[in-house]
Nanobody, 124 residues
């Protein structure tokens, strides 16, 4: 069982930055592939970024490439999402997710554990 707790969300002006963190419980964090997803009001949850268990492979949805960076610290059981050049379209609840396989995936159904989410609001 893995418990995920996100933090770092908030209100920021367009062009600003935020850094989201996701703290995981358990001793097997370093074996899990991790992902960030988001859900805007009235929209379906969508993939944002993923990172392999070792941190050597990452993958992003096109709309955030060059602006967002996913990383992880396995010693601290934490995964991060650095978000720069934020746009109003980035406004959403951001969710951290873990999958029992160490490879990356953009498919929600392949993630076994989910956090409760953190709100990110970007004002224009």
């Amino acid at each position: 069982q893995v418990t995920l707790v996100e933090s770092g969300g908030g209100l920021v002006q367009a062009g600003g930055s935020l850094r989201l963190s996701c703290a995981a419980s358990g001793r097997t964090f370093s074996r899990y592939g991790m992902g960030w997803f988001r859900q805007a009001p009235g929209k379906e949850r969508e993939f944002v970024a993923a990172i392999s268990s070792s941190g050597t492979m990452t993958y992003y949805t096109d709309s955030v490439k060059g602006r967002f960076t996913i990383s992880r610290d396995n010693a601290k059981n934490t995964v991060f999402l650095q978000m720069n050049s934020l746009e109003p379209e980035d406004t959403a609840v951001y969710y951290c997710a873990a999958r029992g396989i160490g490879t990356i995936s953009e498919r929600m159904r392949e993630y076994n554990y989910w956090g409760q989410g953190t709100q990110v609001t970007v004002s224009s």
